[in-house]
Protein backbone atom coordinates (compact mmCIF):
# COMPACT_ATOMS: atom_id res chain seq x y z
CA UNK A 1 0.00 0.00 0.00
CA UNK A 2 1.32 3.49 -0.69
CA UNK A 3 2.10 6.14 2.12
CA UNK A 4 -0.39 9.16 1.62
CA UNK A 5 1.42 12.47 0.47
CA UNK A 6 1.11 15.35 2.49
CA UNK A 7 -0.22 18.42 0.19
CA UNK A 8 -0.24 21.71 1.32
CA UNK A 9 -1.62 24.22 -0.69
CA UNK A 10 -2.32 26.95 -1.61
CA UNK A 11 -0.44 29.09 0.42
CA UNK A 12 -0.50 32.91 0.37
CA UNK A 13 2.55 35.41 0.49
CA UNK A 14 2.77 35.09 4.60
CA UNK A 15 3.21 32.00 4.49
CA UNK A 16 6.15 32.00 1.90
CA UNK A 17 7.27 35.04 3.79
CA UNK A 18 7.67 32.69 6.82
CA UNK A 19 9.64 29.98 4.97
CA UNK A 20 12.36 32.62 3.51
CA UNK A 21 13.32 35.16 4.43
CA UNK A 22 13.13 36.98 0.90
CA UNK A 23 11.73 40.47 1.23
CA UNK A 24 10.70 43.16 -1.88
CA UNK A 25 12.25 43.38 -3.77
CA UNK A 26 14.36 40.38 -3.89
CA UNK A 27 10.73 38.21 -3.10
CA UNK A 28 10.25 36.62 -5.96
CA UNK A 29 7.47 33.94 -5.17
CA UNK A 30 4.05 35.60 -4.22
CA UNK A 31 2.12 32.62 -3.74
CA UNK A 32 2.13 28.63 -3.57
CA UNK A 33 -0.40 26.82 -5.67
CA UNK A 34 0.32 23.47 -4.37
CA UNK A 35 3.26 21.93 -2.27
CA UNK A 36 3.87 17.64 -2.09
CA UNK A 37 5.99 17.51 0.91
CA UNK A 38 9.30 15.79 0.08
CA UNK A 39 8.54 16.07 -3.89
CA UNK A 40 7.45 19.15 -5.53
CA UNK A 41 5.98 22.42 -5.47
CA UNK A 42 3.95 24.76 -7.69
CA UNK A 43 4.44 28.12 -7.24
CA UNK A 44 3.59 32.05 -8.42
CA UNK A 45 5.72 34.71 -9.47
CA UNK A 46 3.18 38.09 -10.62
CA UNK A 47 5.22 39.76 -12.86
CA UNK A 48 4.11 43.09 -12.92
CA UNK A 49 5.38 46.70 -14.86
CA UNK A 50 5.79 47.71 -11.46
CA UNK A 51 8.95 45.28 -10.80
CA UNK A 52 12.05 47.84 -10.27
CA UNK A 53 14.53 46.03 -12.68
CA UNK A 54 12.10 46.72 -15.57
CA UNK A 55 13.71 49.96 -15.80
CA UNK A 56 16.70 49.31 -16.69
CA UNK A 57 15.97 45.78 -18.70
CA UNK A 58 15.10 47.22 -21.19
CA UNK A 59 13.88 50.55 -21.60
CA UNK A 60 10.66 50.10 -24.49
CA UNK A 61 11.47 46.25 -24.42
CA UNK A 62 11.25 45.15 -20.72
CA UNK A 63 12.05 41.92 -19.95
CA UNK A 64 12.57 40.02 -16.73
CA UNK A 65 16.21 39.41 -16.19
CA UNK A 66 16.88 35.56 -16.31
CA UNK A 67 19.34 35.48 -13.57
CA UNK A 68 16.06 36.64 -11.74
CA UNK A 69 13.91 33.80 -13.36
CA UNK A 70 16.28 31.43 -11.77
CA UNK A 71 16.73 32.88 -8.65
CA UNK A 72 12.77 32.97 -8.42
CA UNK A 73 13.07 29.11 -9.22
CA UNK A 74 15.20 28.99 -6.38
CA UNK A 75 13.40 30.87 -3.63
CA UNK A 76 10.47 28.61 -5.09
CA UNK A 77 12.95 25.16 -3.73
CA UNK A 78 13.15 27.13 -0.54
CA UNK A 79 10.09 26.86 0.36
CA UNK A 80 10.25 23.33 -0.73
CA UNK A 81 12.90 22.35 1.31
CA UNK A 82 12.07 24.40 4.19
CA UNK A 83 8.43 23.18 4.52
CA UNK A 84 9.89 19.14 3.50
CA UNK A 85 12.32 19.39 6.68
CA UNK A 86 10.35 21.05 8.61
CA UNK A 87 12.39 23.75 9.56
CA UNK A 88 9.68 27.04 8.97
CA UNK A 89 10.58 29.68 11.30
CA UNK A 90 13.61 27.96 12.70
CA UNK A 91 15.95 31.04 10.84
CA UNK A 92 18.03 28.46 8.82
CA UNK A 93 18.57 30.01 4.99
CA UNK A 94 19.07 28.38 1.91
CA UNK A 95 22.44 28.98 0.00
CA UNK A 96 23.24 27.84 -3.81
CA UNK A 97 25.60 26.19 -4.48
CA UNK A 98 25.55 25.16 -7.69
CA UNK A 99 23.44 26.27 -10.60
CA UNK A 100 23.73 23.74 -14.07
CA UNK A 101 21.98 23.06 -17.37
CA UNK A 102 19.86 26.99 -17.71
CA UNK A 103 17.71 27.34 -20.68
CA UNK A 104 16.37 30.35 -21.54
CA UNK A 105 13.19 29.34 -23.46
CA UNK A 106 11.04 32.57 -24.04
CA UNK A 107 10.98 36.16 -22.57
CA UNK A 108 9.00 36.69 -19.72
CA UNK A 109 7.14 40.43 -20.05
CA UNK A 110 5.43 42.38 -17.67
CA UNK A 111 1.23 41.44 -17.08
CA UNK A 112 2.14 37.52 -16.63
CA UNK A 113 2.26 34.69 -14.19
CA UNK A 114 5.29 33.31 -14.35
CA UNK A 115 4.46 29.93 -13.13
CA UNK A 116 7.42 27.90 -10.77
CA UNK A 117 7.38 24.07 -11.05
CA UNK A 118 10.25 22.31 -8.56
CA UNK A 119 10.83 19.15 -7.67
CA UNK A 120 13.83 17.76 -5.39
CA UNK A 121 16.03 15.43 -7.31
CA UNK A 122 18.11 14.77 -4.42
CA UNK A 123 16.75 15.65 -0.26
CA UNK A 124 19.71 14.95 2.74
CA UNK A 125 19.51 17.19 5.65
CA UNK A 126 21.95 19.56 4.88
CA UNK A 127 22.07 19.61 0.88
CA UNK A 128 19.22 19.16 -1.66
CA UNK A 129 19.15 18.75 -5.81
CA UNK A 130 16.42 20.26 -7.47
CA UNK A 131 15.24 20.71 -11.20
CA UNK A 132 13.08 23.93 -11.70
CA UNK A 133 10.78 24.73 -14.42
CA UNK A 134 9.06 28.27 -14.92
CA UNK A 135 5.87 28.37 -17.37
CA UNK A 136 3.99 31.35 -18.72
CA UNK A 137 1.13 29.31 -18.96
CA UNK A 138 2.04 25.94 -20.73
CA UNK A 139 5.11 27.57 -23.00
CA UNK A 140 8.51 26.75 -20.85
CA UNK A 141 9.88 29.75 -20.25
CA UNK A 142 13.49 28.36 -18.55
CA UNK A 143 15.08 25.46 -16.98
CA UNK A 144 17.64 24.93 -14.30
CA UNK A 145 19.45 21.94 -11.84
CA UNK A 146 20.65 23.50 -9.22
CA UNK A 147 22.07 22.28 -5.86
CA UNK A 148 21.50 24.26 -2.55
CA UNK A 149 22.69 24.29 0.91
CA UNK A 150 20.64 24.23 3.93
CA UNK A 151 22.60 25.92 7.01
CA UNK A 152 22.60 28.66 9.88
CA UNK A 153 22.53 32.31 8.99
CA UNK A 154 25.66 34.14 9.26
CA UNK A 155 26.45 35.10 12.97
CA UNK A 156 26.82 39.14 13.36
Not at 117 to 123: C, E, P, S
Request: charged share 20%; glycine share 8%.
Amino acid sequence: MAAEKTVLGPLDIRRVMAAIPHRYPMLLVDRVLELVIDERISAIKAVTINEPFFNGHFPGRPIMPGVLIVEALAQAAGVLAVESLGLAGSGKLVYFMSIDDVKFRTPVEPGVLLRLDVAFVQKRASVCKFEGKAYLGDKLAAQANFTAMIADPPKD
